[in-house]
């Protein structure tokens, strides 16, 4: 670790050196040490004991990298990203991965778990373009499984050749549960739904309007040597380049960023808050708040409830940071009658009600791959009973004339035009309004037909949202 050291104002330049610091050289910086060559021994054990938590232990992809790489004080910047690259790319394509091995090495099944995790890297790199021969040689591979990267592509012959039904499930890498969703979904496009969902996401972030816009962000970014261009759909966002720990950046301490996908921007414009009261009915560590908030321009009531006080802990650190102080954070409790009771005050009272409603997540696989592999139909039918319930409790909040708007961060019908009309068809007095008229016309048209907004990374670029508005009659 670098430690900086403040001048001394009444000093004068001395071409002496000090006995202790005479023949030393001084430390490489960040930057020097992020353009060696990657120590790649160090890589793959870190790369192992991630996923190996992930694979073998069940933890969440996210949590497994932040555990192993506190550990790994002693890597490069450069090699910390490849560790975080590679784990997530194996991630993606695990069961694509996994059926080329059985191919390429018979022998796969009956390796040690070590063993087969490092030749799973190891195809996973092959398999994301880097050189065969670059790849065999740097990844400490037993003589026998160096053999079988050579009959990958006889490997991915074979599976070309499945059937579709058959081929489309492993080549998209997801359950065959969530495949045919995606086929039914989709149809001659989800191949290509499938393959945007297994790239690296873009880092996206969104400028705080409270404190400067987009173009001020940008220039502001510049002068930190971050590269960022504009977001194609949001007003509101850059993309920056991801080699950046953005954390770190001056911008971000100072509340004049906040990470957020651009799908997710979009949900929050939306809701097009008026200064008055809104209510986040679901608002976790708050990032969709603090974006309404800024839209209320710091003025009227915005309630942020949610059922675990630990994220609304974090919404109430992020708020401060980003110079947000119209938010009332309320834990409320999860069903019963006190959840009931809670809700007293603002029934009926809403201009707007945003149920950012918890779900499966199919929209972030490119974010967290390893969600696929836990998703199973009993799970999908649990969101989908929850969503028709916390629809059901939060649309009495909204008064007359106001607007509940639903969204998730899921790209399947049932968890949303499928809860839309069950939910239209118990509540007459609620009705869709297209989603173009509040975005306008332009971009409206770009976020493409029909009364929702349904975004999805082949054809947005941005992870997949859903967004429905619902207009409470006076």
Do not use: W
Request: hydrophobic residues 40%.
């Amino acid at each position: 670790m670098s430690v900086k050291h403040k001048p001394r104002p009444a000093s004068r330049p001395s071409s002496k050196k000090s006995p202790s610091s005479a023949g030393k050289k001084p430390a490489p910086s960040e930057r020097e040490r992020a353009q060696r060559p990657l120590r790649e021994d160090l890589v793959l054990q870190a790369c192992l004991e991630a996923y190996g938590l992930v694979r073998h232990e069940g933890r969440l992809s996210d949590r497994a990298l932040d555990f192993t790489l506190r550990r790994k004080a002693n890597l490069y910047s450069s090699e910390r990203r490849a560790v975080a690259e590679r784990v997530y790319a194996l991630l993606r394509r695990q069961r694509t991965v996994d059926f080329l091995l059985s191919r390429a090495s018979p022998r796969f099944d009956a390796l040690d778990k070590t063993r087969q995790d490092v030749l799973r890297l190891a195809a996973s790199r092959v398999l994301h373009g880097e050189p065969m021969a670059d790849v065999a040689r740097t990844s400490s591979l037993h003589p026998q499984d160096a053999q079988a990267l050579n009959k990958l592509p006889e490997a991915a012959a074979a599976l070309e050749a499945l059937p579709e039904h058959k081929r489309f499930p492993i080549a998209a890498s997801l359950p065959d549960f969530l495949a045919e969703h995606f086929l039914k979904l989709y149809g001659a496009d989800a191949p290509r739904a499938a393959e945007a969902m297994n790239e690296r996401a873009p880092l996206t972030v969104r400028a705080n309007l409270l404190k400067e816009d987009r173009d001020a962000l940008a220039r502001r970014l510049a002068a930190e040597e971050v590269e960022a261009t504009p977001t194609p759909l949001s007003p509101l966002g850059l993309h920056l380049e991801t080699r950046l720990n953005v954390f770190a950046l001056e911008s971000f301490r100072e509340g004049f960023v906040e990470i957020q996908d651009e799908g997710s921007q979009l949900l929050g414009l939306l809701v097009d808050a008026p200064p008055t009261r809104v209510v986040d009915a679901c608002a976790g560590a708050g990032g969709k708040t603090l974006q309404l908030a800024a839209q209320m321009k710091n003025r009227g009531d915005l309630h942020a409830l949610d059922v675990d006080e630990r994220r609304l802990d974090d919404l109430k650190k992020r708020a401060r940071r980003a110079g947000v102080h119209n938010v009332r954070a309320q834990k409320i409790p999860a069903e019963g009658a006190e959840a009931e009771t809670a809700l007293d005050a603002l029934r009926g009272k809403a201009d707007r009600v945003l149920v950012d409603a918890p779900c499966s997540g199919t929209g972030t696989f490119r974010r967290k791959p390893d969600a696929r592999y836990r998703l199973t139909p009993a799970d999908l039918d649990m969101h989908v009973a929850r969503q028709k319930t916390l629809l059901e409790r939060f649309c009495a909040l909204v008064k007359p004339g106001g607007r509940l708007i639903y969204g998730t961060c899921s790209v399947l019908r049932e968890e949303n035009e499928g809860v839309i009309e069950d939910f239209l068809s118990r509540h007459p007095d609620f009705s869709v309004r297209p989603v173009a008229e509040l975005l306008g016309a332009e971009l409206g048209g770009k976020v493409g037909p029909g009364p929702y907004l349904r975004l999805a990374p082949h054809t947005h670029g941005t992870d997949g949202f859903f967004g429905a508005v619902l207009v409470r009659a006076k």
